[in-house]
């Protein structure tokens, strides 16, 4: 089955304050996302990126969207061959080809989605908009939902196909699968997928991919 990894790169960065895109800023010595790209490339077959406009130079490149699952479905149309399509964000360069490859194993055993999360560590409560606690959640059944996540690429392109409010509101891609009815399954990531957001999360991350080296 043709494997293509589909890279949300197209974001500005905003909550980093860096110069130009997040996922060309430095980490450890090269532009963040090829540290990603490593990985994806020995998993996948053909991997796409979807780059801010002005930056799509050639079909691997393409231009992204104004929001994030619409960088996604960008990605994807470039990509028709496509029969698992891992998706994977730019911002988490300590991603592990054992985790992807988990992630599209379970994709090849029938599921619709499979992606990696952590489990919940702290407790996690409802409020209300005063900040009256309404109660308590059950935190075992909780995960927090990261990249990458791979799904059958047909159900992903149905999916996707939805107007562009619907993917505004869309976290991330798999919340999108679920609505029409795919079956998902949660992959356990290890505990260092972190998301580069802040530049605390830079250091962070920098520090964690020295450790690994
Ligand atoms: N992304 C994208 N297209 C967009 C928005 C985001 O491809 N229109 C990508 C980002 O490049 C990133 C991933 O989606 O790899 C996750 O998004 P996020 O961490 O929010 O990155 P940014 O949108 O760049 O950051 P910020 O929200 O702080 O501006
Ligand atoms: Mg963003």
């Given at each position: ?15 980093l304050g860096?110069?130009g ?12 996302v090829?540290w990603?790209?490593?990985?994806l ?10 780059v801010?406009?002005g930056?799509?130079?050639?079909p ?27 998706v ?7 991603i ?8 599209v ?23 209300d ?5 309404l ?22 392109r149905?999916a996707l196909?939805?107007?562009d409010?619907?993917l ?12 029409v ?16 957001t ?16």
């Amino acid at each position: 089955m043709a494997v293509v990894g589909i890279v949300p790169a197209a974001g500005r960065g905003e909550r980093l304050g860096s110069d130009g895109p997040k996922a060309f800023v430095a980490c450890g010595g090269r532009p963040l996302v090829e540290w990603s790209l490593d990985v994806l490339e020995e998993v996948c077959d053909r991997v796409v990126m979807a780059v801010p406009e002005g930056w799509d130079t050639d079909p691997d490149h393409v231009a992204g969207g104004a929001v994030r699952s619409a960088s996604v479905r960008a990605a994807l149309a470039a990509a028709p061959e496509a029969e698992i399509a891992v998706v994977h964000d730019a911002a988490r360069p300590l991603i592990t080809r054992e985790l992807a490859e988990r992630c599209v194993d379970a994709v090849r055993s029938g599921w619709q989605g499979a992606i990696a999360a952590g489990p919940m560590t702290d407790t996690v409560k409802e409020a209300d908009a005063s900040g009256r606690v309404l109660r308590t959640l059950d935190r075992s059944v909780l995960w927090r939902i990261q990249t990458p996540q791979a799904f059958d690429a047909e159900t992903l392109r149905r999916a996707l196909d939805v107007p562009d409010e619907v993917l505004a509101a869309a976290t991330d891609d798999a919340s999108l699968v679920e609505a029409v009815g795919g079956s998902v399954c949660i992959v356990e990531a290890p505990p260092d997928n972190i998301k580069v957001t802040t530049p605390l999360d830079l250091e962070f991350a920098e520090a964690l991919l020295r450790a690994r080296s």
